[in-house]
């Protein structure tokens, strides 16, 4: 579903805004609703060969412990003075209180926990630009860490990006994926950096 929301007021919903359901997109998608932000209700994913492209100006919110997951291509295509946002649902400062609760709660750090990038994504066409992602990596249990970007064997590039506020690492990868990163900013992550599983390199690298 594409639909065309315009001038619209969302308010004393259960959610504030257009929430998509789960599973895989299976065909060539745009998001480019301005109008309210896109709620994850729960895991989406990017089916294999397939294109999401999000557009200057979008607001993501993801249900708490909510994920992205990349097994085509992600196009964030933000720009400086729209960039797009990646965020908590709790996060009031865009688009309004979308999960309804007045000034019950606050974004905080690992509400939603990742956008990964898996080994079947499309290192080429994949590609993050002047976005702002914030209020990610939550973990699961004791021993289970994500990056707010997390990479299985997945190489795209993310450039004049801010992340922030992650719960655990900025950006994690495995030893088999080499992102292009250029000149994006890093800010209050518990690790504020490319952060590598441990593991052994098998290959000139």
Excluded at 40 to 60: E, H, Q
Excluded at 104 to 111: C, I, K, L
Excluded at 135 to 144: H, K, L, S, W
Excluded at 157 to 168: E, K, R
């Amino acid at each position: 579903s594409s639909p065309k929301l315009k001038d619209n007021i969302y308010i004393n919903n259960g959610i504030n805004g257009l929430a998509l359901e789960s599973g895989t997109i299976s065909s060539e998608t745009i998001w480019d609703v301005t109008d309210t932000a896109y709620f994850l209700i729960s895991d989406v994913a990017v089916g294999v060969s397939r294109t999401l492209t999000v557009n200057p100006g979008v607001v993501v919110k993801f249900e708490n412990g909510g994920s992205l997951l990349v097994q085509g291509s992600l196009r964030v295509l933000g720009t400086a003075s729209k960039p797009v946002y990646l965020t908590s649902r709790q996060d009031d400062t865009l688009m309004g209180d979308t999960n309804n609760d007045g000034a019950a709660s606050y974004p905080a750090p690992g509400n939603w926990k990742r956008i990964e990038f898996q080994d079947s994504s499309d290192d080429n066409n994949s590609l993050i630009d002047h976005a702002i992602i914030r209020y990610g990596a939550g973990g699961i249990g004791c021993c289970t860490y994500y990056g707010a970007i997390t990479l299985i064997g997945a190489s795209p590039t993310v450039q004049n990006t801010t992340l922030n506020s992650s719960q655990y690492y900025a950006i994690r990868a495995n030893l088999t994926s080499f992102p292009t990163l250029k000149s994006n900013t890093y800010t209050n992550n518990h690790i504020n950096g490319l952060a590598l599983q441990g593991g052994t390199i098998s290959s000139n690298t």
